[in-house]
């Protein structure tokens, strides 16, 4: 009979009482052993769930107070300077103060970096290794975790991030791979500890496999697993890869000397039958056919269908599991209060999931006749390409540049924002209390009317040149969308981590998407009815509203896409006939839905910048389309970006120190439309004094043309409060005018 396991199971728990008691650890109003309580709840409620469903084994070590990678970065030592140096504290509290960016003395430091989990919204904390970089292994709390789960009766089946995509995932000075000879020692005794603690089975998880791996990173592989292997050979070895085909790297991983294989079949279906073939004769096969990163129901009749011969070839070999972890979807439906019954049953939580597993295994155990006809088809983007073969606008930029300087008659330099203004306490409450019925709709229109109207007074006291309304109305960019359009549904407690103690609800794309009416027009005519300086309007892109939801499986994603850019195409038009001269467009998820290996970005970027282009391929040579896009390291994404062809782009730079201007100002594929370098940091209190700010603009005019620079903050000022944001723009504004007049200055000399 297969076998059923997970890789990972959410940790915030059913209620997100992991945040609740972190935030309120952090806030000092609980005591560390309350924490802990509060962590080992979670982990009895996950195991249970598992042993509940019929798990053989219960999975641990999936559970962070923080992060996963930062669980491994101080299990082997490798805690950086600045928050070792002094005092030797509590291990929890320096694991926090990693997190968040604390000396021993309780000063502020730079927090660890953190990055996107592979091409999920999961970030963790990137580990940083200096060239002399040492490793100690201290895996207290993975053994304290694998007694607890034992004294509660489980057999268990510890998991951890293997050695190269450890290393892989740090910040090195120098060669990270050169650090493996140091780190593998902590590897084996790791494993000779857990197989004296009565494990017999360890997941080991190296997604980097489903990278375009340099070379001597795959050669690493099988010198370095020999040597993990020989170190407890009483131990079996589950190599999990996920979230991407292996291709090159499929003979590599079924070449190594471990007792299982788990291989992703959400992701990479068709590399079954290959990895079949590869499978050593002792060797396990764990297949994900569970989607751990949505919400559907798994179509178990079509996995009953393909897996059936492998359950007779496989017997107990066979190990059936989700794709990845289960980290990435949302914990129990049970606990969903908002959805109707006809949507909750086509959904599958996390411990929904669990028993799918365990229905699957049933089903594999009765041979009887396969509904063939459930098998779904596989999806493909062809259908989408007729619509967006040709979606260019039909001037070019040059001749739109030209017509909206004479309407728009902007200075040079023109200074803007990013689109939203602080969403105040008393914003938020009256949000809330509207939402709870407290307040009529009368009464949050006009409060949202009331706070539109002082930020547009706010920016024309500080002689900002394109205004914005200031999103008062919105709590969050993708779901104001998605609450407006047909097809999305959204869901009371589908919460996922996202970092942290933070997490995010995404909605689901349900149906086919349309738009029911006008979304944002009256908020935007409003607020140019106020002010003879142009109002920018102010929409969210389609990628960003497809990559921030839960997508459908049954059509193509680039499908869900053009649905969505068909319905901003409305909303865009409509504000053009508004009289809205400016419309920008934000896409700061474009880069997440790039697929993780090379060969898979064209055809995103395919569907996914002509879905953009789409959205305003209709409007008027003088109406100007912005678009703002907040990370940093565009290089791998330039030509992409280029051919979104809008008019401005505004972009994260502060942080990045200018460095990215580089490849925006670049001598070819630069962009070479208007740029509007984010000048200061918005992340960040501090104020940033005009000086500062003068400088930063000198080196920006060094490198992007004057005729095409724009000033302005390096993203939308809704987590900054009034304070902050009125000396910010003020010193801004003022900035700019200085540059203005030394330019102008050199001009004339
Ligand atoms: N217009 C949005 C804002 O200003 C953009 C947010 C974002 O880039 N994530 O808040
Ligand atoms: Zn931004």
């Not at 001269?581 to 395919?606: C, K």
């Not at 940033?688 to 700010?693: F, M, Q, T, V």
């Not at 302005?712 to 504004?733: F, H, I, Y």
Request: aromatic residues 8%; proline residues 6%; charged residues 25%.
């Amino acid at each position: 009979m297969a076998q059923t396991h997970i890789l990972g199971y959410p940790r915030i728990g059913a209620q997100r009482e992991l945040k609740k008691a972190q935030e309120a650890y952090w806030r000092g109003e609980i005591a560390q052993s309350e924490l802990l309580q509060a962590g080992a709840e979670i982990r009895r409620g996950n195991w249970q769930a598992q042993r509940d469903a019929g798990l053989e084994r219960v999975t641990v070590g999936d559970f962070a107070w923080y992060d996963q990678v930062l669980n491994h970065t101080l299990m082997f030592g490798a805690v950086p300077r600045r928050f070792s140096e002094g005092a030797a504290d509590n291990k929890l509290d320096q694991y926090f103060r990693l997190a968040r960016g604390r000396a021993p003395s309780g000063e502020p430091v730079a927090a660890s970096a953190m990055t996107k989990w592979f091409d999920t919204n999961y970030h963790y904390l990137v580990p940083e290794f200096t060239a002399e970089q040492a490793f100690a292994l201290d895996a207290e709390w993975l053994l304290a975790e694998v007694r607890e789960a034992q004294q509660q009766g489980h057999r268990v089946k510890p998991v951890v991030i293997g050695p190269l995509t450890y290393l892989w995932l740090g910040r090195a000075d120098g060669d990270a791979l050169a650090l493996l000879p140091k780190l593998l020692p902590c590897y084996q005794q790791l494993l000779q500890q857990l197989a004296a603690a009565d494990v017999d089975w360890v997941q080991i998880d190296e997604p980097i496999l489903g990278l375009d791996l340099p070379g001597e990173w795959r050669a690493a592989f099988a010198p370095g697993y020999a040597q993990l292997c020989a170190a407890a050979p009483s131990l079996k070895l589950l190599l999990a890869t996920y979230f991407s085909p292996l291709r090159e790297n499929l003979p590599l991983v079924f070449g190594l000397p471990v007792a299982g294989v788990h291989i992703d079949c959400v992701r990479a279906p068709e590399e079954l039958p290959a990895a079949l073939e590869a499978l050593g004769a002792e060797q396990v096969l764990s297949v994900g056919v569970v989607n751990g990163r949505n919400i559907w129901r798994a179509d178990l009749a079509r996995w009953q269908a393909a897996l059936q011969p492998l359950q007779q070839q496989l017997g107990e070999r066979l190990w059936l599991s989700a794709g990845c972890s289960l980290l990435h979807c949302p914990v129990d439906l049970d606990t969903e209060q908002k959805l109707l019954p006809p949507q909750r049953q086509k959904l599958a939580y996390a411990r929904q999931k669990l028993h799918e597993l365990q229905q699957l295994q049933a089903l594999l155990q009765n041979t009887a006749a396969v509904d063939k006809s459930a098998v779904s088809a596989p999806v493909d983007a062809s259908a989408t390409a007729g619509e967006l073969a040709d979606t260019w606008r039909p001037q070019r930029y040059v001749e739109r540049a030209k017509r909206q300087r004479e309407r728009l008659q902007l200075p040079p330099l023109p200074t803007t924002t990013i689109g939203s203004f602080p969403q105040t306490d008393l914003l938020r409450q009256t949000r809330r209390q509207f939402r709870s019925g407290e307040l009529s709709e009368q009464d949050y229109l006009d409060h949202l009317r009331a706070e539109i109207a002082e930020a547009v007074r706010r920016q024309e006291i500080l002689g900002l040149d394109v205004l914005v309304h200031g999103e008062a109305e919105r709590n969050d960019m993708v779901e104001y969308f998605g609450e407006q359009l047909h097809g999305f549904v959204h869901t009371g407690n589908g919460w996922v981590q996202s970092y942290g103690s933070r997490c995010v609800k995404p909605p689901i794309i349900f149906g086919d998407i349309s738009r029911a009416q006008p979304m944002t027009v009256e908020w935007s005519r409003y607020a140019q009815s106020l002010t003879k300086k142009p109002v920018k309007g102010m929409l969210t892109g389609p990628v960003t509203i497809l990559n921030w939801s839960f997508p459908r499986e049954d059509i193509p994603r680039s499908e869900s896409c053009l649905q969505i850019a068909k319905a901003l195409r409305q909303e865009v038009q409509d504000l053009e006939a508004a009289g809205i001269g400016i419309i920008q467009i934000d896409e700061p998820a474009l880069r997440e839905g790039v697929p993780l290996r090379e060969s898979g970005h064209q055809g995103y970027f395919d569907w996914a910048v002509a879905c953009f282009r789409y959205t305003c391929a209709t409007v008027q040579a003088e109406t100007q389309i912005h678009t703002h896009m907040c990370y940093s390291n565009f290089n791998a994404i330039m030509e992409a970006i280029v051919a979104l062809d809008a008019d401005v782009i505004t972009i994260e730079s502060a942080r990045s120190d200018l460095r990215l201007l580089e490849s925006f100002a670049g001598k070819q594929g630069g962009y070479p439309n208007e740029i509007g370098p984010g000048i200061y940091d918005i992340h960040s209190p501090n104020v940033p004094e005009r000086e500062e700010l003068v400088a930063r603009l000198r080196k920006v005019a060094e490198v992007i043309p004057r005729e095409k620079l724009w000033v302005n903050p390096d993203c939308g000022l809704k987590t900054r409060s009034w304070a902050e944001v009125g000396s910010a723009l003020l010193n801004m504004v003022e900035a700019a005018r200085t540059l203005r007049a030394e330019l102008d200055v050199t001009e004339s000399a």
